[in-house]
């Protein structure tokens, strides 16, 4: 399979990514989440002080459990709002757009009934690409051969 490199953003470099199980819920669920857009990983290390993006180059076992989203579909949304639930899934590696914070308020009013499904896709537009590549498994992790890390400044 072809290689690819990801990023991800954070407060130190992470040469030995783990699944990480946090107490808020997540779009794909838990595990090690990067993104193939640069520009997005330094976005979510500037959450922080010391801002790091560590870089990666993955090679996808084609034995892997894979779902990827190719957009944002009524199965993205469904399977967002399970995992957001607490709800686990069987894939080793899941592929898709990230429901922003904006994005995620609307899955909220659609969940609480406040918005219907049609309104949600009215609302939900993006004010630039998103991406996210969640590792979901120890299996997945060791696709990921660290490179190395970069500095934000």
């Known amino acids: 399979m072809a ?12 040469p030995k990514p783990e699944i990480r199980i946090g107490r808020n819920t997540k779009d794909f669920g838990n595990g090690f989440y990067c993104t193939i857009i640069k520009e997005q990983a330094q976005r979510w290390a500037k959450r922080y ?8 180059d993955v090679r996808l076992d084609s034995s ?9 579909t009524d199965e993205w949304l ?9 709800m686990s899934h069987e894939y ?5 757009a990230m429901a922003d914070d904006q994005i995620y ?12 499904r049609e309104q949600f896709w009215v609302l939900a537009k993006f004010k ?21 890390y970069e ?3």
């Open 92 to 96: 080793d590696i899941v592929v898709g």
């Open 49 to 56: 002080d010391t801002k790091v993006v560590s870089i990666y």
């Open 64 to 72: 892997m459990a894979i779902k990827e989203f190719k957009g944002m």
């Open 151 to 153: 500095e934000v400044k």
């Open 128 to 148: 630039y690409p998103t991406h996210q590549i969640n590792f979901c498994t120890q299996k997945a992790l060791k696709c990921l051969k660290y490179r190395g």
């Open 105 to 116: 308020n609307y899955i909220s009013d659609y969940i609480d009934g406040t918005i219907t």
């Open 3 to 14: 290689m690819m490199t990801v990023y991800h953003g954070g407060y130190k470099p992470i």
């Open 78 to 86: 469904d399977f967002i709002i399970n995992c957001r639930s607490g």
